[in-house]
């Protein structure tokens, strides 16, 4: 395997790398389909709610971890993710993040209340803040903002109607069940950028087993691609940011993990400038409760 080298991560490769990872990983609830649609007679069942934790390999070296929470109870839905930067990467680049997405389920449909976001990259906070109104219109405020962080402002009319990450992943939990092919796109925005998430179905394999993660065996694969509409910096010298990386196809493992769960995304696989990346499922656990990881705590800054 590669190993990282120079150029190293600059924060804006860094945030793209771990919001694409969390995005993605948010399939890991993206398969509970069978907690997420439940028959009539369960559509008032009891909470039901899980973690999944997750491994992040970049050019063969530990990069980030991160854990997603998934909790469902009766119309209501809460989706976290919480994430940092791991080994000697996170020893050059510290890095944390939390989101939280909360809102109402009807069916197939979501519609989600508000959505929160932070991260901290050497002590400096960078927030996201989604409210959404009955009318498909959508309240951002974010720090820094668009001018503040040279990048285009997102017009107000491109985002009605659309879903933060969290919940665009949890929607395609409600397009994909055991009769369908992972076949859908989701309309996606987080406070900064606009995009649309296009997934395809890529049928089914067999993992062989691995150190790394905790899964062996057949898979259903689903193939992603985040189309880029509005929002994004065009950085000539970000490994992220090159015109390949607007096509780059993004591959998703999903297998059924603990027997009383809906199968999970057990393996998320891309690549970029520094070479392929690698995102493993490391353990899975039910919740007794909606998931509540702590939120971030910016650090004092010295006189």
């Known amino acids: 395997m590669h190993r990282l080298g120079k150029p190293f991560l600059s924060?804006?490769?860094?945030?793209?790398?771990?919001?694409?990872?969390?995005?993605?990983?948010?399939?890991?609830?993206?398969?509970?389909?069978?907690?997420?649609?439940p028959s009539a007679a369960d559509e008032a069942a009891s909470l039901r709610a899980g973690k999944f934790s997750y491994e992040v390999y970049i050019g063969g070296?530990?990069?980030?971890?991160?854990?997603?929470g998934l909790g469902l109870a009766g119309d209501r839905y809460r989706v976290e993710a919480i994430g940092h930067t791991s080994g000697i990467i996170g020893y050059m680049i510290p890095w944390q993040s939390w989101n939280r997405s909360e809102g109402a389920r009807?069916?197939?449909?979501?519609?989600p209340d508000f959505y929160h976001s932070a991260n901290i990259f050497r002590g400096q906070?960078?927030?996201?803040?989604?409210?959404?109104?009955?009318?498909?219109?959508?309240v951002a405020t974010a720090i820094p903002n668009a001018a503040q962080d040279e990048r285009e402002r997102v017009p107000p009319e491109q985002t009605i109607g659309t879903l933060d990450n969290l919940s665009g992943a949890l929607s395609l939990v409600l397009a994909l069940d055991a009769h369908r092919p992972c076949t859908v796109t989701v309309r996606g925005y987080d406070g900064r950028r606009r995009y649309d998430v296009v997934v395809r179905d890529g049928g089914s394999e067999i993992l062989p087993p691995t150190e790394f993660g905790m899964f062996s065996g057949r898979a259903t694969v689903c193939l992603l691609m985040?189309?880029?509409?509005?929002?994004?910096?065009?950085?000539?010298?970000?490994?992220?940011?090159q015109p390949e990386d607007r096509e780059r196809v993004y591959t998703i493992w999903a297998a059924q993990i603990l027997p009383n769960l809906p199968p999970v995304a057990v393996r998320i696989e891309g690549a970029n400038k520094l070479g392929p990346w690698l995102i493993h499922l490391t353990k899975a656990e039910p919740l007794a409760d909606l998931p509540n990881f702590p939120q971030l705590q910016v650090p004092a800054t010295t006189p």
Do not use: E, Q, W
């Open 106 to 111: 009807d069916g197939l449909s979501l519609k």
């Open 11 to 37: 924060f804006s490769d860094l945030s793209a790398s771990a919001r694409i990872m969390i995005r993605l990983a948010g399939l890991t609830v993206a398969f509970a389909a069978m907690i997420a649609c």
């Open 226 to 241: 985040v189309r880029r509409l509005a929002g994004f910096k065009n950085d000539p010298h970000s490994l992220y940011d």
């Open 125 to 138: 906070l960078r927030t996201a803040n989604l409210d959404f109104s009955p009318d498909g219109s959508v």
């Open 61 to 68: 070296t530990h990069a980030l971890s991160f854990d997603i």
